[in-house]
């Protein structure tokens, strides 16, 4: 109901304008497990691929539908149309943490009963592979480029918020928007971020459209910015996209800038 969506659930679902990020096609199974039944045993594996940067990235999705821990293994090769590359960087994004696997080699795991893990695939980049938003399930998708110079990389990610990137590298400054924010990234292994709230502290919040709009008008507002037919046809009930969108949103969320040196 309106006034009673919890933002967290949804955050990981759009972006600040209300955008969803969503990946190149529905979702589809892993050959391995196309003609067994996940809810006697096994797991159920479905992947997916998104845009990511001039390349594709991807993520495999795993589901336990039985009573019992289940073990599973994946290879980057389960999903077509990822990015060529002698090797993947595979980020659990529920374990936050990042394993480096060559192209033919099988990640293996375990899936306690009746639960849930989602995994995304990156080709691993010499110097770094920038998972992006990773606020979001498929935020690896916000990374609109990459440049590569001597001594540094420049990532564009299309709006701030908390960011990350795999590498084997230790970085020695960093720079967001132009503010150098080396002193507030922090590494966990292989894993180096830059989290929300210091991404507040560099460039601070700004006042954001439509916030003194009476709540109908915003509600409007909100769906005219998601772009959906359905939404503005009658496709989709009102008070539900009502209670999608209670988030605040923004027009135009400032891009981010990241320049990492080596």
Known sequence: RVGETNPDVLRPLSYLDGTLPVMIRSARPAEDCVFSDPRKGGVLKLHNAAPWGSGMAGGIAVFNLTREQQSFSFAPSDIPELEKSPRYWVYD??????????????????????????????????????????????????????????????????????????SHRV?????????????????????????????????????????????????????????????????????AVAALFTLTLEEKPEKAVLCIKW
């Open 93 to 166: 994004w529920f374990g936050k943490c990042a394993y480096s696997i060559g192209k033919d080699e099988r990640f293996e795991g375990t899936e306690a009963a009746q639960g849930f893990g989602w995994y995304v695939l990156l080709p691993e980049k010499e110097t770094l592979s920038c998972l992006g938003l990773t606020e979001k399930y498929v935020g690896f998708a916000a990374v609109e480029s990459v440049v590569e110079t001597p001594g540094s990389t420049t990532v564009v990610l299309r709006e701030t918020g908390p960011i990350s990137w795999l």
């Open 171 to 239: 970085c020695v400054n960093v720079e967001l928007n132009g503010v150098d924010v080396t002193a507030l990234v922090s590494r966990k292994d292989l894993i180096s971020t830059l989290t929300e709230d210091l991404t507040e502290k560099a460039l601070p919040k700004k006042d954001l459209p439509g916030k003194d709009l009476p709540e109908e008008n915003l509600l409007e507002k909100n769906l005219t910015d998601l772009g959906s037919d359905a939404a503005r046809g009658g496709g989709v009930k009102k008070n």
